[in-house]
């Protein structure tokens, strides 16, 4: 949302702690296909739903902000007060098991979630600014 406030001129600085902290980033609706692939089980069983892809937010960020025209490195601060204290450096999934069992896998990549985390983010503040749909980016 920050961006996307930044894009419209509201906003002049997003403040962020590690940006070299990894993550498996996924898109909510590829995990309730998983959710309701597991639903239809016989047996109730545990599975772990992850896309076993890592990227770390500085990552998150270079491809958001490409996408809408801006460089991170003139909007983003580094604030202490935004590092975790228990950080965790890399999480990251195997949904090996809900592969082979429920015979899913992620559908969106990371460029794509990010891609439409902006246009979403985009519309709702041309909404808010204009009362309009707003533009794709």
């Known amino acids: 949302m920050a961006l996307a ?3 419209h ?3 002049e600085k997003l403040y962020l702690g590690n940006l070299d902290a990894k993550r498996d980033w996924g898109f909510a609706g590829d995990y309730v296909e998983a959710m309701w692939r597991m639903l239809q089980q016989k047996k109730a069983d545990d599975y772990v739903i992850a896309t076993g892809e890592t990227h770390s937010v500085r990552e998150f960020l270079e491809e ?7 460089s991170w490195k ?3 601060k580094i604030d202490q ?3 975790r204290p228990t950080e965790v450096d890399c999480l990251i999934g195997d949904s090996s098991k809900a592969q082979k069992i429920l015979k899913w896998k ?3 990549n990371f460029s794509q979630l990010v891609r439409m ?3 979403s983010d985009m519309k709702l503040v041309a909404k808010e600014l204009y009362g309009i749909k707003g533009e794709q980016k």
Not at 64 to 70: D, E, K, T, V, W
């Open 5 to 7: 406030r930044i894009k």
């Open 9 to 11: 001129g509201l906003q």
């Open 64 to 70: 958001a902000f490409s996408y809408a025209g801006l």
């Open 74 to 76: 003139k909007y983003v």
């Open 81 to 83: 007060r935004y590092f």
């Open 106 to 108: 992620p559908k969106v």
């Open 117 to 119: 985390m902006v246009d």
